[in-house]
């Protein structure tokens, strides 16, 4: 797909249609809400920046944060993506790595791309790598029905 997201039109957009979408959101925006919770259920939600690499989001927080301690106690995150009235929502597994841990272009892009480099940063920051397993999309109350674009990590039909 090129260009931006699809315009609203006078009816829900069609599942391919909600898939170019989000993966153009995903190859293009630079920032998605991340929530965690912790051990005991209290919610967190902040902004990250982020990298995707078609699979994984790439996200990199401090550890000792609420959002840094949530995601490596529960492996866990919904992420929102986008403005409400056009949201794709990304549930995803949650995999910890040290800042050093990755390969150089991989971590090189993600700086680039999210304006910091957490490798340089006096705070003691971990790579959150988030591989999507569901993912919704819809833009209002039509599109509701049909919002599952992703099930078991595997994209819908």
Request: glycine share 8%.
């Amino acid at each position: 797909m090129t260009g931006s997201p699809t315009a609203p039109t006078a009816g829900p957009r069609p599942r391919a249609v909600r898939r170019g979408d989000t993966e153009h959101r995903l190859a293009h925006d630079a920032d998605v809400w991340v929530a965690s919770a912790s051990a005991d259920g209290v919610p967190y939600l902040v902004p990250l920046s982020f990298d995707w690499d078609g699979e994984t989001l790439l996200m990199a927080t401090p550890g000792a944060s609420p959002t840094g301690r949530n995601l490596a106690a529960t492996r866990t995150t919904r992420l929102g993506l986008g403005p409400t009235r056009d949201v794709s929502m990304i549930e995803g597994a949650v995999e910890v790595l040290p800042v050093d841990a990755l390969p150089a272009e991989r971590a090189d892009r993600f700086a680039a791309r999210a304006g910091f480099d957490p490798r340089v940063s006096p705070t003691s920051y971990l790579w959150f790598r988030v591989t999507p397993v569901r993912v919704q999309a819809w833009r209002e109350a039509d599109e509701l029905t049909g919002r599952e674009l992703m099930r078991d990590g595997r994209w819908l039909g």
